[in-house]
């Protein structure tokens, strides 16, 4: 995740170094996009630091106090995903292709299994029906596990490892803002031009 939050600075120092860019992204015409940018930016920021210091700190020992805790940092990550992809349509023009994003993938399907979204909406209907739910003393950061019940399979405890699944989506995320520095670089390349 620091990582993430050092890309998202690089991403930052260029903007505010760059008369180009900002030129281009203050320009009336641009204003969703930099609405975009300037949005993301914050949420990035806010969400990586976050999850920083919740890791460092860990989960609370009162289940109940916990599980709020895991939907703040499932929504986070969540938050966090989306600020990336508008950031990257933002500076790039092109929407952001997750289809090979494994670990950000996995996370949101993590998310949305564990919040029982998968019972019977957006599947298909060969599909059996799912329901899902986090008990109280589902786990932490080493690894969480849930209750979810299929028609053809009865109960089973699903568990997942959170850390390196969260750590694997920080390394794609962390791509995806280097692509994002890239795209500024060539197409406000480095000048002497004043700053706005």
Known sequence: MLRIVNRRQEIYDYFHNNGD???????AAQKERYAAYYTSMYLVQDTSESLLAHRARGFFSDPLAAYLEFWGVMQALIIQQDSISDLYEAVTSAELDIRALDSWQAVRTLRNACAGHPAKRDRPKNFPVTRTFMGRRFGGYPAITYEQWQAQGGISHPTVKLAPLIDGHAKEAEAKLVEVLQSM????????????
Not at 22 to 27: A, N
Request: glycine share 0%; hydrophobic share 20%.
């Open 21 to 27: 860019c900002q030129q281009f992204f203050f320009d």
């Open 185 to 196: 670089k060539e197409q406000w390349p480095p000048s002497t031009k004043q700053k706005c």
